[in-house]
């Protein structure tokens, strides 16, 4: 009796941990950030060259502050978002019906945002990790994205 209640004691406990980690831990894991080395005009056009020398399509920079600020919202520093899209990697997911639900994170996007103190910052999704966690065609096809945005931001953070 004490060895079965300790059992079940033990692996609920273990259970709860593992998802309080995970619940901690995750959000980190799935977006990258990274210092820019240059000014924030400068990094949203070095990445948007780097892309475009890559073969990638930019079909939309979104100026987030001038968005905000129409709204009456002021106080939130220099933003800008950056789609991205490989029309090859778009094609080969697109082309299965049983991938498109990837949709929703299509396509690519980086953030440029100054922080309070000056810092230029890039974030986006982790496309390494979330290449994993698809597998088959998606997980291919992630892992080239995660690769090529990788170079594209070397030209760029510190």
């Not at 094609?91 to 953030?111: E, H, Q, W």
Request: proline share 3%; hydrophobic share 45%; aromatic share 6%.
């Amino acid at each position: 009796m004490k060895t079965s209640t300790a059992l079940i004691t033990g692996t609920l406990l273990g259970a709860v941990l593992t998802g309080v980690a995970t619940w901690v831990v995750m959000p980190k894991l799935m977006i990258n950030t990274h210092e820019s080395r240059l000014g924030f005009e400068e990094t949203v056009a070095a990445l948007q060259t780097a892309a475009t020398g890559k073969k990638w399509l930019v079909p939309k920079i979104y100026d987030m502050q001038a968005s905000l600020h129409k709204e009456g919202y002021t106080d939130m520093g220099k933003i800008s978002i950056l789609s991205l899209c490989q029309p090859e990697y778009a094609y080969n997911i697109l082309k299965n019906d049983s991938d498109k639900f990837v949709t929703a994170v299509m396509p690519c996007r980086m953030g440029v945002y100054e922080t309070k103190e000056g810092k230029i910052m890039i974030s986006g999704m982790n496309m390494g990790l979330m290449s994993k966690m698809f597998g088959g065609n998606i997980a291919t096809v992630m892992g080239g994205v995660a690769d090529e945005e990788a170079e594209m931001l070397a030209q760029v953070i510190k």
